[in-house]
């Protein structure tokens, strides 16, 4: 029997596949479970342990983690050609007649890829069963985070969870429930729970990081709102978190563009109900029309034109450090300290 989870959060992906196998195998069996990883083993390798016979005579159960080959949303670079892997020749074969003595479960780092020998060999086998790993909604996850700190003696309050749920969504919130990604979420509570036996709001404002997103966000409200000093401690906060400039500049292409497209609209005559509703279905996420307002007069100064160019130089500032080896910390000050008088025309605010 071959067994596929895949899943858009592959944190998530892998959880399930754990959490099934402990529930269908004893303790020594799942001690006595045999792990590869995509990212270090080659298929022949695994193919060709579960093609052996078990020493003991009894079935085998082997786990294929991180197979990369078999998804579509990877964000990982391959570690293998497909010649060192044998064009997946051996894997294939076992797809197709996989050996009655092994039960090989296999976990896709990211989305199922629909396509190709690999997918159709899996399609056509009667052996081989595919898992979609559905997402859990928030109201999952905050079960699921009453039940391990009441699992420890401990408790969260209401409050904190919420806090902790909205600190654990990816930039781009486009997966997970509404963006919550599986693994900052359990990573941080379980840093909670050992910190405290009662955690509150408190606690989570102190222990975990608000996710990448929001605090962009706090740094270019600052910029909109002209006050450069507010967004240069903003930025070396950002920094201090670990975060580095090539992995800023992405967030700040996505405002922007948000923004950008906001002030097309405005140009364009839209209303506010009317805008909100496009960037709702541009952005994945509730935008209430009352903050429109606000956009209006944040963007008053700029024109769409010059949220243009706003793009284009920090699609030449990425250049200009990945190509041109620039000082990627001095790209960005410079950036940040001149673009009110770049793009406002305008007296800063410090």
Avoid: W
């Amino acid at each position: 029997m071959v067994k596929v989870y895949y899943g858009v959060d592959s944190g998530f992906t892998a959880h399930r596949a754990e959490k099934e196998l402990k529930k269908t195998l004893s303790k020594e069996e799942y001690q006595e479970i045999i792990r590869f990883d995509g990212y270090k083993d080659l298929c022949p390798s695994v193919v060709e342990d579960c093609s052996s016979i078990s020493l003991f005579g009894d079935k085998k159960i082997v786990l294929f983690s991180n197979a990369y080959f078999l998804s579509s949303s990877s964000n990982r670079k391959a570690p293998f050609t497909d010649a060192q892997q044998g064009n997946y020749r051996s894997l294939i074969e076992y797809f197709n007649a996989p050996s009655p003595d092994t039960d090989l479960y296999i976990v896709v780092d990211g989305e199922l890829k629909k396509s190709g020998e690999l997918y159709t060999a899996m399609q056509e086998s009667s052996d081989v069963y595919l898992e979609k790993c559905d997402l859990p909604s928030d109201e999952d996850y905050q079960a699921l985070a009453v039940q391990t700190a009441k699992a420890e003696g401990k408790e969260i309050d209401t409050d904190a969870l919420k806090m902790l749920l909205s600190r654990s969504r990816t930039v781009s919130s486009g997966y997970g429930a509404k963006g919550i990604d599986y693994l900052t979420f359990m990573n941080s509570l379980n840093k909670l729970l050992t910190y405290t036996k009662h955690v509150t709001t408190v606690d989570v404002e102190t222990l975990v990081y608000r996710p990448l997103e929001d605090n962009v966000f706090a740094l270019i409200d600052k910029l909109m709102k002209k006050n450069t000093r507010g967004a240069m401690l903003d930025y070396h906060d950002i920094r201090a978190g670990g975060v580095e400039p090539l992995g800023i500049i992405p967030a700040f292409g996505a405002k922007f563009r948000e923004y950008a497209l906001t002030k097309y609209l405005i140009e364009m005559s839209y209303n506010n109900n009317q805008i909100a509703e496009q960037l709702s279905k541009v952005t994945n996420k509730m935008v209430k029309p009352g903050s429109i307002y606000y956009r209006r007069q944040d963007l008053a100064g700029l024109s769409f034109a010059k949220m243009i160019q706003i793009l284009n130089d920090l699609a030449e500032l990425e250049v200009s450090i990945k190509l041109h080896q620039d000082d990627a910390d001095t790209r960005m000050e410079v950036f940040l300290s001149t673009f009110c008088d770049t793009y406002f025309k305008r007296s800063r605010n410090y």
